[in-house]
């Protein structure tokens, strides 16, 4: 079981920074494959960017990449998002996902432990 609790959501200009964490329970947490998801509204959930397990390889969402870094700190037990030249369309709510599996994919279905969520807001 692990528990995960996002923050560092806020409201930026467009252009801006800002940095998600993610702190996760549990001891384990280096077995754990990572990801970032976003919802805006009346949108369904996407994949925005993961690192493995072990060997911390990532990947992102087109529509980030070269401007989001995903990265984790498994001394802390933490994973960020730094999102960088940010846009209106990246305004959503942001979540943490967490899977065990060696098995996965970029769909929500593959990650089996979820955050509750943070608020992006990037104004014009």
């Known amino acids: 079981q692990v528990q995960l609790v996002e923050s560092g959501g806020g409201l930026v200009q467009a252009g801006g920074s800002l940095r998600l964490s993610c702190a996760a329970s549990?001891?384990?947490?280096?077995?754990?494959?990572m990801a970032w998801f976003r919802q805006a509204p009346e949108k369904e959930r996407e994949f925005a960017a993961v690192?493995?397990?072990?060997?911390?390889?990532?990947s992102y969402a087109d529509s980030v990449k070269g401007r989001f870094t995903i990265s984790r700190d498994n001394a802390k037990n933490t994973v960020y998002l730094q999102m960088n030249s940010l846009k209106p369309e990246d305004t959503a709510v942001y979540y943490c996902?967490?899977?065990?599996?060696?098995?996965?994919?970029?769909?929500?279905?593959?990650?089996?432990?979820w955050g509750q969520g943070t608020q992006v807001t990037v104004s014009s």
């Open positions: 690192i493995t397990r072990i060997s911390g390889v990532t």
């Open positions: 549990g001891r384990t947490f280096s077995s754990y494959t």
């Open positions: 996902a967490a899977t065990g599996s060696t098995i996965w994919s970029r769909s929500p279905a593959s990650f089996v432990y």
